[in-house]
């Protein structure tokens, strides 16, 4: 039996960048709590609310990566490293709540749309832009590894986009009143975030199902192993993926009997690692005629 163990999630190595984030929008949040209460200015306050959801966010992607570096208990084989995937649906299905109240909020208000003060919501805007620029710098790395990253970087784009239609959409009020800015580029905010929350779900949901990697083809790794000098057979292969940045793969190999089996064990977990990006892999080698009677699984 042979083990192969790979370095670690990707959340992982950008846990630094993600705290930043994190800590960058919460104290934007409180000031602008603050500046909402002491001038009774309620664009201040409903401010905060929506960056409060990146706040969440962030903080969730943020504890799932510290949990999961910690050495689980005995009975957790795996560690935590799934509660970055969670994070990541969560996540998902709260900017998927966020783009629906937008939504809805924007077609309310299309039937009386408020009175919306034009510089109070520049300056809101500009200062929610620049805490945004600097998150989605930091995250723009680890969003191409990890879901988890990239849920909360879709919040931190979601934000941005949201301030920079503030900022076009405070200037269009100064310019001309008009009314109607606030629920178009309202709408137009929720349109585009919908999707992409819908997405960062079903990458989360296909990873807690184990279905095997987007682009993998398990029979064809199955055909490549069994080609390999010394395999005979390959049999009840599986391939999923832990958590972002890590598959994993257990299998039986029937090994040539001229063939020692730790080469040709060598040669498979090689394959798998330098072909497939598999590092965390358990294959069991077997000799002719020693295969179990082992129960046979739908290929993931």
């Known amino acids: 039996m042979g083990h192969d163990h790979g370095p670690g999630s990707a959340g992982s190595r950008h846990r ?48 799932a990566i510290t949990l999961a570096r910690r050495e689980g208990p005995r009975r957790r084989t795996y560690g935590t490293y799934r509660l970055e995937v969670l994070a990541a649906l969560a996540n998902g299905l709260l900017l998927f709540g966020v783009a629906v109240y937008v939504l809805v909020e924007a077609a309310l208000r299309w039937g009386a749309p408020p009175e919306v003060p034009g510089l109070p919501l520049l300056l809101v805007a500009a200062g929610g832009l620049a805490v945004n620029l600097v998150s989605f710098r930091l995250l723009a790395s680890g969003a191409k590894e990890s879901l988890n990253l990239k849920a909360a970087y879709l919040e931190v784009l979601g934000d941005l986009l949201g301030s920079v239609a503030v900022l076009v959409g ?14 178009v580029l309202g709408a137009g905010i929720g349109l585009f975030i919908l999707p992409r929350a819908a997405r960062v779900m ?54 040539d009997p001229g ?42």
């Open 202 to 255: 079903g990458q989360a949901l296909r990873i807690l199902m184990e279905t095997a990697p987007p682009g993998l083809d398990v029979a064809a790794v199955e055909a490549d192993i069994a080609a390999l000098p010394g395999v005979v057979e390959v049999h009840d292969l599986h391939i999923w993926t832990l958590t972002s940045g890590m598959d994993a793969a257990s299998g039986h190999v029937v090994a």
């Open 16 to 63: 630094g960048p993600l705290a930043i984030a994190f800590f960058l929008t919460l104290g934007y949040t409180a000031a602008e709590v603050v500046g909402g209460v002491v001038f009774d200015s309620l664009a201040l306050l409903s401010d905060a609310a929506h960056m409060g959801t990146d706040v969440i966010g962030l903080g969730m992607a943020l504890a």
């Open 170 to 183: 405070a200037g269009l009020i100064l310019l001309t009143g008009w009314r109607y800015v606030d629920p």
């Open 259 to 300: 063939h020692r089996p730790t080469d040709v064990l060598e040669g498979v977990l090689d394959r798998l690692d330098e072909e497939y990006g598999i590092t965390h892999a358990t294959i069991q080698v077997e000799e002719p005629g020693q295969r179990r009677d082992v129960p046979r699984h739908p290929t993931h």
